[in-house]
């Protein structure tokens, strides 16, 4: 059985770097983003570019993360603990991929902000596997990064599900 991954936020331009990314490789896709129009776009296009895809969306943060195995919020670090709040209790036993804040502002958030966001989620999702994806220090990311895409979907592959503790 294949990895379902949810992208909250994909319709934002980094959103769907990934989407295109995971559902070219046939990763299932669970799409979720506040603005309808953008996101129901995003699903055509992936169904039509992706024929034999998996792709579902939703409105709702619990109804697309529920029947994900990995969460990938396509935001900034700060709006994380945000996120997270509204779906706490669908996400025990997951995986949530943090992406490097450099890809979403000009500016990096700080080494320390960045620290307390995770430390803050390891509390809040004691049972949930915290996947910082780390890519290579290169510089200021652009959402024109393939390679972004790209180790997200290699991180993705190599899950171990079943490592992943549940209470």
């Known amino acids: 059985m294949k990895t379902t991954v949810a992208i909250l936020g994909s319709a934002r331009p980094e959103g769907q770097v990934l989407a295109h990314s ?3 490789a046939g990763f299932p896709l669970r799409l979720m983003c506040s603005q309808h129009e953008d996101l129901i776009a995003l699903a055509a296009e992936l169904n039509e570019t992706y024929p034999n895809a998996d792709i579902d969306y939703s409105f709702a943060d619990r109804e697309t993360t529920w029947e994900a195995d990995v969460i990938i919020p ?3 670090f700060v709006l994380f603990n945000t996120i997270t709040e509204k779906i706490k209790d ?3 036993g997951k995986v949530l991929i943090m992406i490097p804040d450099a890809l979403f502002t000009q500016q990096t958030c700080e ?3 960045q620290a307390e966001v995770e430390e803050s989620l390891h509390k809040t999702l ?3 596997k915290l996947v910082n ?3 290579p220090e290169k510089g200021l990311l652009t959402i024109r990064d393939e390679q972004m895409a790209l180790d997200v979907r290699q991180i993705v592959g190599k ?3 079943a490592a992943i503790g549940t209470p």
């Open 22 to 24: 995971l559902a070219n």
């Open 74 to 76: 396509a935001a900034p």
């Open 90 to 92: 669908v996400i025990t």
């Open 111 to 113: 080494k320390t902000e």
């Open 133 to 135: 994806a780390q890519l």
């Open 159 to 161: 899950l171990d599900l």
């Open 126 to 128: 004691p049972y949930t």
